[in-house]
């Protein structure tokens, strides 16, 4: 399994960004997929997810509203669209691959690609 | 959305110690649980998930347990690899959500 997100970079508050995801190595429709964030020095905080077979999105308060979560399945990619991002957005943004078709536990992560919110 | 609490917020331990953290949800999750492993630098590793199942490829000296609203993650005999941060998830209720954490260091 291998889960390699892109996408990260310097933003002015306001702005928009959208994070790229690309897995391999397991049958990608099968399961589902999630975006977890880390702010500097802080914990684990989960963001978005979607269930695999087209299943349903679901999004944390945080974010509902500004963050869409999308799959391409013919590209086994997720993307994370992210609009009016605040500066408590900042922190490292990690694609993960859940055990299940459904949400659940994150089973598989990529290393995280870096996202600032910043004047 | 459901808060989890882990105690303690961090510990120091030595090497061969048996340690213990506990994770509380403010409502039922079942066994709907997962706890998770990081350290500096890295991204997350699952452990375990289903409150007691052992993810493939972790040493059988991480166990959980626990139902309801109670849970526990054991370390039988401490390794000088397990210093880390460790955080247990909810995914009973959506959205699914994490503790704060409990940072194992060297005593």
């Known amino acids: 399994v291998q889960i390699l997100e892109s996408g990260g970079a310097l933003v002015q508050p306001g702005g928009s960004l959208r994070l790229s995801c690309a897995a391999s190595?397991?049958?990608?429709?099968?399961?589902?997929m999630t975006w977890v964030r880390q702010a500097p020095g802080k914990g684990l905080e989960w963001v978005a997810g979607?269930?695999?077979?087209?299943?349903?999105?679901y999004y944390a308060d945080s974010v509902k509203g500004r963050f869409t979560i999308s799959r391409d399945t013919s590209m086994n990619t997720v993307f994370l669209q992210m609009d009016s991002l605040r500066a408590e957005d900042t922190g490292i943004y990690y694609c993960?691959?859940?055990?299940?078709?459904?949400?659940?536990?994150?089973?598989?992560w990529g290393q995280g690609t870096l996202v600032t919110v910043s004047a | 959305a459901i808060r989890m609490t882990q105690s303690p917020s961090s510990l120091s331990a030595s090497t061969g110690d048996r340690v213990t953290i506990t994770c509380r949800a403010s409502?039922?999750?079942?066994?709907?649980l997962a706890w998770f492993q990081q350290k500096p630098g890295e991204a997350p590793r699952l452990l375990i998930y289903?409150?007691?199942a052992l993810q493939s490829g972790v040493p059988s000296r991480f166990s959980g347990s626990g139902s309801g609203t109670d849970f526990t993650l054991t370390i039988s005999s401490l390794q000088s690899e397990d210093f880390a941060t460790y955080y247990c998830?909810?995914?009973?209720?959506?959205?699914?959500?994490f503790g704060q954490g409990t940072k194992v260091e060297i005593k």
């Open positions: 993960a691959k859940d055990g299940t078709l459904h949400i659940t536990f994150p089973e598989n």
């Open positions: 190595g397991f049958p990608f429709n099968n399961h589902a």
């Open positions: 979607m269930s695999g077979r087209g299943g349903g999105t």
């Open positions: 409502q039922t999750i079942t066994s709907y």
């Open positions: 289903a409150a007691s």
């Open positions: 998830q909810q995914y009973y209720h959506y959205p699914p959500t």
